[in-house]
Nanobody
Framework: QVQLVESGGGLVQPGGSLRLSCAAS????????MGWFRQAPGKEREFVGA????????YYTDSVNGRFTISRDNAKNTVYLQMNSLKPEDTAVYYC???????????????????WGQGTQVTVSS
């Protein structure tokens, strides 16, 4: 089954940048669309964006559109989230996912289960 491990989080000042990575295991990684989500303390998990199976299409929620970019390298079994012009409201734990909701939204094959990484903390503060 798919296993996901996020990395790259940290503390940055407003206006700064971070690149998150999501390393996946499993020989069938390249058949699934991938999503990024985030969850701030005391708040519900929020969709951030998604990328198609091939990487040719991406979609972002309005609050990050124009600032965040998702990419993938199927040869390396890795998905990336480049975050620029970070704001304090971007502070959250960020998760990558191979999940059925993302698959449906992107018109991609469904994974057998929803797979989530452990999350990586992003803190934007002065």
């Amino acid at each position: 089954q798919v296993q996901l491990v996020e990395s790259g989080g940290g503390l940055v000042q407003p206006g700064g940048s971070l690149r998150l990575s999501c390393a996946a295991s499993g020989r069938t990684f390249s058949r699934y669309a991938m999503g990024w989500f985030r969850q701030a303390p005391g708040k519900e998990r929020e969709f951030v964006g998604a990328i198609s199976v091939s990487g040719s299409s991406t979609y972002y929620t309005d609050s990050v559109n124009g600032r965040f970019t998702i990419s993938r390298d199927n040869a390396k079994n890795t998905v990336y989230l480049q975050m620029n012009s970070l704001k304090p409201e971007d502070t959250a734990v960020y998760y990558c996912a191979c999940d059925r909701t993302t698959a449906q939204a992107m018109g991609a094959p469904f994974p057998p289960h929803d797979f989530w990484g452990q999350g990586t903390q992003v803190t934007v503060s002065s």
